[in-house]
């Protein structure tokens, strides 16, 4: 849903960091996007899968990949990272979502294609901001994207902060009728963390 586009945003995380119990920004040496993510975005996917996640989104930039698909990339990604009864539970939210949306004569599908078109259009500033690093980074170095991904995520790192989430959020929200937010909202309650912004 809205929260595989958000990973196309979110990098990496440092072991050695000591995040602060409520996330604010970065403050770590190496920035710890996935904790980040975690608090602000999704508590179902632990910051060690997110970190997984974010770095296929991060490649995927760096490769200059479009947004659709980065979004087909961590999708794909995702039944590949998660522990089969992580992955009964995931397909379980998809399957309720469809069946809300049944109605509408809509899926979860439509609705995450719906919704990102005016999400694509938030982020689209620091995305491309992003692939422009990486495309200059691979460059000057010779480096593959995978050895370039630090550089990415120093400057994606400071992006991800609750006002940020919550723009982008507010961005998605008019553009689905009123019945699509209220299934999405409810049937995604485990995946995204919708009360900090709703």
């Avoid at 995520?153 to 006002?163: D, S, V």
Wanted: a positive charge.
């Amino acid at each position: 849903m809205i929260f595989f586009l958000f990973l196309s945003m979110l990098f990496t995380c440092s072991e050695a960091c000591q995040i602060s119990k409520d996330w604010k920004t970065c403050k770590c040496p190496i920035e710890d996007g996935p904790m980040g993510a975690f608090q602000l975005v999704s508590g179902y996917f632990t910051p060690k899968i997110l970190k997984q996640l974010i770095d296929v989104a991060a490649e995927s930039i760096c490769n200059q990949r479009t947004m659709k698909q980065i979004k087909d990339d961590i999708l794909k990604a995702i039944p590949l990272k998660l522990s089969i009864s992580q992955m009964l539970e995931f397909t379980a939210m998809k399957k309720g979502a469809d069946n809300c949306l049944k109605s509408l004569g809509s899926n979860i599908d439509k609705l995450i294609d719906k919704a990102s078109n005016p999400l694509s259009a938030y982020l689209n500033k620091d995305y491309n901001k992003l692939k422009k690093l990486g495309l200059d980074t691979t460059k000057k170095t010779g480096k593959k994207c995978n050895a370039i991904l630090p550089d990415l995520y120093k400057q994606a790192c400071p992006m991800l902060t609750e006002h940020y989430v919550k723009k982008g959020i507010q961005a998605v929200k008019p553009k689905l009728a009123p019945q699509e937010w209220k299934c999405l909202v409810e049937k995604a309650a485990k995946l995204v963390r919708w009360t900090r912004y709703i």
